[in-house]
């Protein structure tokens, strides 16, 4: 390992940061205006159903995983509106759904997923004027993939110094743990994990397909975001 890189790693260490998580605001500003149903694709352990339960009507929460699920239903325990499953959406319909679908997301999960089929049942159970939200993972190949992965490596640490910055007096602690335990006793990724195979220009060709008008973005963290909205009202 270089020095560089062994640097960077004992940074990334000493301030971790959850790279899904950072997201959420990203998501709750891009919510669509009518808040009816919303389903999130790979809940994981549920911090995005839980945020997303203040804004809804209904959340439907699915996960392969019974650990997630269970982790889930720990979190949104006392939600009312949360419903927390393992359905894949080829499985569902709108009008069976409690409300109509408004927002589908996934943040972390659709490199889990065949894309060109979650795309077409995406844009087939939205409502008009609903949105899908997607934070990703993709394969670097081109210069720009890489330069993107180049900003992510040196960022990353900055970002988890701010998000694990002590509280001004009087104020909170921005994230992270108040004393980090040794790597070696840190829990390794919480969830189930796999390596994306879809590069960013074939995930943008997909959505040229099934979703026309879809935005998406390369973003630190080593993520891309993709935004839709359902033509119609
Ligand atoms: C990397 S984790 C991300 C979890 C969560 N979204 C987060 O941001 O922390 C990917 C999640 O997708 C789930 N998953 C994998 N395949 C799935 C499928 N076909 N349908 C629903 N969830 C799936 C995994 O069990 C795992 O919890």
Redesign the pocket.
């Known amino acids: 390992m270089t020095p560089f890189a062994r640097t960077m790693r004992r940074l990334n260490d000493r301030f971790p940061w959850?790279h899904?998580?950072h997201f959420h605001p990203w998501i709750v500003a891009g919510l669509p205006a009518r808040r009816r149903g919303a389903i999130?694709?790979?809940?994981?352990?549920g911090?995005?159903l839980a945020r997303l339960a203040g804004e809804f009507r209904h959340v439907h929460g699915?996960?392969?995983?019974a650990a997630?699920r269970a982790d889930s239903r720990r979190r949104c325990a006392g939600l009312g509106n949360v419903t927390i499953d393992?359905a894949?959406l080829r499985d569902l319909e709108p009008d069976t759904e409690p409300e109509p679908i408004d927002l589908i997301t996934?943040?972390?999960?659709l490199h889990?997923?065949d894309v060109e089929e979650t795309f077409a049942e995406a844009a087939r159970l939205l409502s008009p004027g609903g949105r899908l939200l997607v934070?990703g993972l993709a394969l670097s190949a081109t210069p720009r993939d890489f330069l993107w992965e180049g900003i992510s490596v040196v960022t990353n640490p900055l970002i988890g110094m701010m998000k694990n910055a002590p509280p001004r007096r009087g104020g909170e602690r921005v994230g992270g743990p108040d004393v980090d335990p040794p790597p070696s006793e840190r829990p390794r990724?919480?969830?189930?994990?796999?390596d994306p195979t879809m590069t960013f220009d074939e995930i943008a060709e997909a959505a040229r397909r099934h979703l026309p008008g879809a935005r998406l973005r390369h973003r630190v963290g080593f993520r891309y975001t993709l935004e839709w909205t359902k033509p119609g009202r």
Do not use: I, K
Not at 62 to 65: I, L
Not at 106 to 109: I, L
Not at 189 to 194: A, I, M, Q, S
């Open positions: 959850s899904n998580d999130e694709v790979g809940c994981g352990q911090a995005l699915t996960d392969t995983s997630m393992a894949q996934m943040v972390a999960a889990h997923l934070v990724d919480p969830f189930p994990v796999t």
